[in-house]
RNA sequence: GCCCUCGUCGUCUAACGGUCAGGACACCACUCUUUCAAGGUGGCAACGGGGGUUCGACUCCCCCCGAGGGCGCCA
């Protein structure tokens, strides 16, 4: 482990880092936040840093490591440091670190600037007037060591004084330092709390610029006089406000899906939700709404970020995707097709695999996520269940069983089983019976898919084939 | 309660003292059409309120209101 923060002239580069704690999956807006980081390190061309904060042993588990390292990947993020890559500045989880903040939380200790509070967990009282464990003797303090309570390590922070940061977004932000108070640093058996840790490892792995979100603006005084009490530099700091469900209120289960690999499972397209997140806080300053990555990684400016929340609209995440899918090359709509097909457990045979490159086009206008396929192509591969509803209304008229019997006959005796020649005979049927198209091709519709609303229904006659679509027409006919 | 931040159509946003306040999603029509989509055309719709500053305010200042964040031996 070496000490980065004063960086040789010659490695001026700028340095972010992303931090999560491995306590749950990858929330959205902590996604939100690393791309930022991402976007604005590669368009500086400095270098982007991931680091585990995982001090709280409680709530961190290893798992959540590998979703989270999974979640970034996918969403097409790159680290030059980190866990898993290694670096100049490791280890990268924090748990791994403790010398460093053992070493640091001794030095202040020993100037004075920080102390052993012994008040009950929870019961410190709020800042506003000095800490009462400020000022405990040696002897005191030896009394109290001697009763078995375990103490944590508080920061002791000067009072009277105006503290002043400027956030790159925000502008100047003031606090005093009675209302900051004086915030615990380091648990008894040697874990460091957040505001301690981060101040140390961002010094230490020679951290420029601070981008996180807005929860966090109201630790930077306390994280600056840390900075002042190890006489470091402190970073660059540039608070990004929430992502808020469409409600208004900030993000939460209760909205849906708040994870990256929520989104993943269910078939978004990881390019979509990266230019969806990109633009959700952040305009180009033009009409122009889509981006690759590359194309991003150029127009990112921080001057365009925007100051308040924005609300997290899955409608419009939904229609980008669906854009996205549109746009995707033909071999690749195919196997992620197939893939979910698979998943679905709708792939049983080879034959059936075949039919993708046929059903594919039909579908690629038709959904907007991956996770909508299996539902709308079931009956391609398994028999069809009509729901009583459709039976009820498209299947009952008296008129059914007699068009249906001709339809049967019309059908029997094309060959090859073509949409070119289905259509036209079909409509010849229609038109001599006196029935309206709609009244004959609905009922057909259900009675082929199961559905009222399907892709053309020529073309899944076609695919079909003669035999399966002769078998459920007549399975169909109420008697 | 104390402190901090934020405030343009329902939503994402453009505007950087002078525009009929623009675009996109959603929504509604129309179109295409065997259904559903996709596509095309059109429409509805906003500067939170009140004071200033200014010849002129969405743009600058103040107050109010509203929303959010923080005040952990969580991060």
Redesign the pocket.
Known sequence: MQDRGSLPAGERKVRLRF?P?PTGLLHIGNARTALYNWLFARHTGGIFILRI?D??VQ?SAPEFVETILNSLHWLGLDWDEGPDVGGPCGPYFQSQRKPLYQEHVERLLKEGKAYFCY????Q?P??GKPHPCRDYTPKEIKALKTQGL???IRFKTPMGEQIRFHDRL??D????SE?V?DF?IM??DGSP???FSVVVDDHAMGITHVFRG??????TPKQLLLYRAFGYEPPEFLHLP?IHGED???LSKRHGATSVEAYRARGYLPSALFNFLA???W?P?S?R?FFSREELIQAFQLE?L??????F?L??LN?MN??YI?QMPRQEFESALCKVLQKGGLLQSPAQESLIPRIAPLFL??IETFGEIAEKADFFFQEVKIPPTLQKKYLSNPHIPVIFQQVLEVLNLIEPFIREKIEPALRQLVSDSGLK??EV??PL?VAITGK????????CMEILGKEKVLRRIRTAIPY
């Open positions: 931090a704690s904060e001090t709280d709530r008040c009950e967990p929870g410190a709020k800042p375990k103490p944590v925000r502008g932000v003031d606090f005093l209302e108070g615990s648990k008894e709390l957040y505001n807005e929860d966090h603006l109201s630790n929430l208004g209120t900030p633009l959700l806080g305009s300053g009409e709404e365009r925007h100051h308040s929340p924005a609300r609209s409608k419009k229609w669906g854009k549109r206008e038709r198209t709609q091709f609905q519709r009222d609303a399907s892709p053309p229904l020529f073309d």
